[in-house]
């Protein structure tokens, strides 16, 4: 795993229906918070002192920082590596248990050689990849310690750092009695106490807003979508990746860091698997929309059933 990290900060401030915008550039993606309440000139300035100290724990130039720690599990067998990553880890690999295999994040051992479908097929169908793609490859020993049984194996944890960027601006916005707000970040919408008319930003299926009531999610919540990430995901039952955009998830919890993690990796799971069940078999509140040809297959958690129309 890379991170290339481009550090540009500015800020675009009007008001729309919404009340007012604030833009910035974080890690070369954009940042967007949308509130009813007054940011003072002092706020933006702990917003941006924030933003550094984030960026002290995320940066790969710095030798101590999360990331370069993390970096270095991608080049040795053996090495400590910071609890955030642990804990993604073990949800990683709970949920992949729940799916009874059909979630495997290791398939970022062959997405992150090639991004074209044709090469990464071929790698796919070779047993040197295929010995990568393993969940029992990484095991966690006392201490936060990594053990690799095949070094080949390598799982993408960018969304911990969309979790890390959210959840930290969420704390600042509260503790400063902005009570009233949304963020959105590489691909992830937070709301606080605010109803956000997502449409406006992102074009969805009709029928997704037929079966959801969006005012009923919880204050706490995230909206994956986007469209400039392409999607692979591996259909475990001919051995083919599938290259589709047409995936749309949504999760309903307390916990912006865990449910960053578990809606930006679903999209390597085998969603063949899962449409043969009713229900998808996890605790966390999700909606999964999937589209595949012509049809389109709604699976949500039971968990989720309380927040349907």
């Known amino acids: 795993m890379r991170f290339l990290i481009l550090i540009v900060f500015f800020f675009v401030l009007?008001?729309?229906?919404?009340?007012?915008?604030?833009?910035?550039?974080?890690?070369?993606?954009?940042?967007?918070?949308?509130?009813?309440?007054?940011?003072?000139?002092?706020?933006?300035?702990l917003i941006e002192k924030k933003f550094d100290a984030?960026?002290?724990?995320?940066?790969v130039n710095e030798s101590d920082?999360?990331?370069?720690?993390?970096?270095?599990?991608?080049r040795n067998s053996q090495v400590s590596a910071p609890d955030y990553f642990v804990d993604a880890f073990l949800i990683?690999?709970?949920?992949?248990?729940?799916?009874?295999?059909?979630?495997?994040?290791?398939?970022?051992?062959?997405?992150?050689?090639?991004?074209?479908?044709?090469?990464?097929?071929?790698?796919?169908?070779?047993?040197?990849?295929?010995?990568?793609?393993?969940?029992?490859?990484?095991?966690?020993?006392?201490?936060?310690?990594?053990?690799?049984?095949?070094e080949c194996t390598k799982l993408s944890f960018d969304s911990v750092i969309s979790g890390i960027v959210v959840e930290n601006l969420k704390s600042l916005?509260?503790?400063?009695?902005?009570?009233?707000?949304?963020?959105?970040?590489?691909?992830?919408?937070?709301?606080?106490?605010?109803?956000?008319?997502?449409?406006?930003?992102?074009?969805?299926?009709?029928k997704i807003y037929e079966i959801i009531n969006f005012e009923n999610?919880?204050?706490?919540?995230?909206?994956?979508?986007?469209?400039?990430?392409?999607?692979?995901?591996?259909?475990?039952k001919n051995n083919q990746i599938v290259d589709d955009n047409s995936i749309f998830i949504l999760v309903a919890s307390d916990s912006i860091v865990n449910n960053d993690i578990l809606s930006k990796t679903l999209n390597l799971s085998d969603f063949t698997k899962l449409n043969n069940s009713e229900y998808i078999n996890v605790n966390i509140p999700v909606?999964?929309?999937?589209?595949?040809?012509?049809?389109?297959?709604?699976?949500?958690?039971?968990?989720?059933?309380k927040y349907l129309n």
């Open 14 to 45: 009007y008001t729309n229906s919404y009340g007012i915008t604030k833009e910035y550039n974080l890690i070369d993606k954009k940042l967007i918070i949308f509130t009813n309440d007054e940011i003072s000139n002092d706020l933006d300035d």
């Open 54 to 59: 984030i960026l002290s724990v995320i940066d």
């Open 65 to 74: 920082s999360f990331v370069s720690r993390f970096n270095e599990l991608e």
């Open 92 to 150: 990683l690999k709970n949920y992949n248990k729940i799916s009874k295999g059909s979630f495997d994040p290791t398939i970022f051992s062959i997405i992150s050689k090639s991004k074209k479908v044709k090469k990464i097929t071929k790698l796919l169908n070779t047993s040197s990849s295929r010995r990568c793609i393993s969940m029992n490859n990484i095991k966690v020993k006392a201490s936060n310690i990594f053990f690799k049984v095949q």
């Open 173 to 206: 916005l509260v503790n400063n009695n902005i009570s009233n707000f949304s963020i959105i970040y590489n691909g992830t919408i937070s709301n606080f106490n605010q109803t956000l008319d997502i449409k406006k930003y992102f074009v969805l299926q009709e």
């Open 217 to 236: 999610i919880p204050t706490y919540s995230i909206y994956t979508f986007d469209n400039e990430i392409k999607t692979y995901h591996i259909n475990q």
């Open 287 to 305: 909606f999964i929309s999937i589209k595949v040809g012509t049809f389109t297959y709604y699976k949500h958690s039971r968990s989720f059933e």
